[in-house]
């Protein structure tokens, strides 16, 4: 959109851009309701996987509102790149620790 060299152009760019969006999102959401942990609380599961997509776009606006004067984009770049990192290491965390605790692995004795 940015590239566009007029109207029409960065209107259809758009149009590619939300539905490219669309379609990942609905992907997301099916592919999130394949791992969710416990099937006979769903709700729970899809309420938490809303709160985890909502959030960030509630608090980065603020986050930008509020940092931007004083310390800049290039400080608020640095923050989002803090979290970005820390929420990698969390979810790798959770993974790895996930993967310990199945008793599914290869290595167990009793392995299906």
Do not use: K
């Not at 999130?32 to 099937?39: E, F, V």
């Amino acid at each position: 959109m940015a590239g566009a060299s007029d109207g029409m152009t960065a209107h259809l760019a758009y149009i590619v851009f939300a539905t490219a969006a669309a379609t990942f999102l609905a992907l997301h959401s099916g592919q999130t309701l394949r791992i969710l942990p416990d099937p006979e609380r769903y709700g729970r599961g899809i309420g938490l996987f809303n709160i985890t997509n909502t959030a960030p776009s509630v608090v980065a606006p603020v986050l930008a509102i509020l940092l931007t004067p004083s310390v800049g984009f290039a400080g608020l770049f640095f923050l989002s790149a803090c979290l970005f990192l820390g929420a990698g290491i969390a979810l790798a965390g959770l993974a790895s620790a996930e993967w310990r605790a199945d008793p599914r692995r290869a290595d167990r004795p009793n392995a299906a």
